[in-house]
């Protein structure tokens, strides 16, 4: 199974920034697809951001225009930038990715958005 490693989650004030890494395991898995899904207590996972082999983003509404999702391909890492944060965005955010026939979840981490 690939393996994720996960940081940068936290607590912050509303308005504040943070950034989440997600590191895979070195392998021989091609990562056509690196995203962020969220989920709130009660509700259905949400898209957050996408990024595909290519570079070719892709946002939730919710996040469009605060958030940014990079890759670093050297580092087999994605990123999300997180800027203008509001207490709606607190979560847990999991990395995940697909390859040409699977999709891999990270364990997730918790955002705190509050003052």
């Known amino acids: 199974q690939l393996q994720f490693v996960e940081s940068g989650g936290g607590l912050v004030q509303p308005g504040g920034s943070l950034v989440l890494s997600c590191v895979a395991s070195?392998?021989?898995?091609?990562?056509?697809?690196m995203s962020w899904y969220r989920q709130a207590p009660g509700k259905q996972r949400e898209l957050v951001a996408s990024?595909?082999?290519?570079?070719?983003?892709d946002y939730g509404d919710s996040v469009r225009g605060r958030f940014t999702i990079s890759r670093d391909y050297d580092r087999n890492t994605v990123y999300l930038q997180m800027n203008r944060l509001k207490p709606e965005d607190t979560t847990v955010y999991y990395c995940?990715?697909?390859?040409?026939?699977?999709?891999?979840w990270g364990r997730g981490q918790q955002v705190t958005v509050s003052s």
């Open positions: 995940v990715a697909d390859t040409k026939h699977d999709r891999f």
């Open positions: 070195e392998s021989s898995y091609r990562l056509n697809v």
């Open positions: 990024c595909t082999s290519g570079d070719v983003t």
